[in-house]
């Protein structure tokens, strides 16, 4: 009697530990910056000091690559015609944040 009511009291607690975290929602972050696109050109700006951009097709290619910014404002120009990428973006206070984007 005493196993069967610590059994169910254990089964308890993990399905109400399961459905806890699971019912919680992850607010998401809204980003300090904003892409701006125009014909091949990004303009990237931002909040914070930008630190680096990294921009990569879908198939990995990297397309470009740009370290040292140190600004709140950075334009990119896209070497190839493509219409998605993947854009990195990595601010001074070391956050990291990556999106795809597409060009007309």
Known sequence: MLKSIACY???SVFVLFALQSNGQSKLK???PYKVLTSGKQLTIKSEKMIQHVMLWTTNGDRVVEQKDINEKSIVVNVPINRKTFFLMV???NGKVYTEQ???P
């Open 90 to 92: 990595g601010l001074e």
């Open 101 to 103: 984007i597409g060009l």
């Open 9 to 11: 009291l254990l089964v």
């Open 29 to 31: 972050e809204a980003k």
